[in-house]
Antibody, heavy 119, light 110 residues
């Protein structure tokens, strides 16, 4: 059974960098043809796709966040990570990691982690 | 940029009712890359339908998807108590390609 679990600081100061990790169990992030993705949801709002990393290591990001986002992977520990620089209050959200089996939809989600940007 | 619109914003129904949720795309959806998700309070979204009409693993057959081009529908044939939630449509595509989510439809108890 494949499971994903987000982890990272719940509070980040404005202008600093948000860093989150998604630990994957039950599947290897470097095989299988899967895409591993990040999505966020501002409190009480809708869903916003951030970007993904392919099993090959290639990445792709939302154009609206591209200048501030990095997604990387640690194949030894089977994790992938999100870094979002220069955060502001509008980056306060629940951040979800997920898996795209077909590349075009997200069939497996982590439980999500709330990150608040505040001084 | 492609925009997804969902209607209605809120649908108030009773258990046993039929629910019909609509999703419109500002441009034609390519390669049938249209999916639906269910989200309950405090939970992550759950994939219901992919490729317009294919049920994801473990999804009951009371959920069905249909449509083509720019107009899509999620139908819940008979609402169960656990079906009251928010539903999002999602499209993959555009130039440059990426994920776009609709604003969601809330199905609540009448």
């Amino acid at each position: 059974q494949v499971q994903l679990q987000e982890s990272g600081p719940g509070l980040v100061k404005p202008s600093q960098t948000l860093s989150l990790t998604c630990t994957v169990s039950g599947a290897s992030i470097s095989s299988g043809g899967y895409y591993w993705t990040w999505v966020r949801q501002n409190p009480g709002k809708g869903l916003e796709w951030i970007g993904y990393i392919y099993y090959t290591g290639n990445t792709y990001f939302s154009p609206s966040l591209k200048s501030r986002v990095t997604i990387s992977r640690d194949t030894v520990n089977n994790k992938f990570s999100l870094r979002l620089t220069s955060v502001s209050a509008t980056d306060t959200a629940v951040y979800y990691c997920g898996r795209q089996s077909r590349g075009v939809d997200i069939d497996l989600w982590g439980q999500g982690t709330l990150v608040t940007v505040s001084s | 940029d492609i925009v997804l619109t969902q209607s209605p914003g809120t649908l108030s129904l009773s258990p046993g009712d039929r629910a019909t949720l609509s999703c419109w795309a500002s441009q034609s959806v390519t390669n049938n890359y249209l999916a639906w998700y269910q989200q309950k309070p405090g939970q992550a979204p759950r994939l219901l339908i992919y490729g317009i009409s294919n049920r994801a693993t473990g999804i009951p057959d009371r959920f069905s998807g249909s449509g083509s081009g720019t107009d899509f529908t999620l139908t819940i044939s008979r609402l169960e108590p656990e079906d009251f939630a928010v539903y999002y449509c999602q499209q993959y595509g555009g130039s440059p390609p990426g994920f776009i989510f609709g604003p969601g439809t809330t199905v609540d108890v009448k």
